[in-house]
């Protein structure tokens, strides 16, 4: 497991669903699309529409896309 982003922020988060451990899917509040107190994610870095992202509960990072004219 890799550790938390020297850089994250708790301050800088996203609501995106981590591909990896997919902890959002059992939550109502995620399903809901309400912005949850649980499964949010570190935003680490933001270029353009491409978010790079950090999950607190499993550390997977990964690189999202957000679609043109707005965020997922």
Known sequence: MLPIDPCADIGRRAWIPCPQCRDHEACDDCG????????????????????????????????HETPVGGAA
């Not at 309400?34 to 999950?55: F, I, K």
């Open 32 to 63: 809901a699309g309400r912005t949850c107190t649980v499964h949010w994610r570190y935003l680490l870095a933001a270029r353009g529409r491409v978010l790079h992202l950090q999950c607190p509960s499993c550390t997977h990072l990964w690189e």
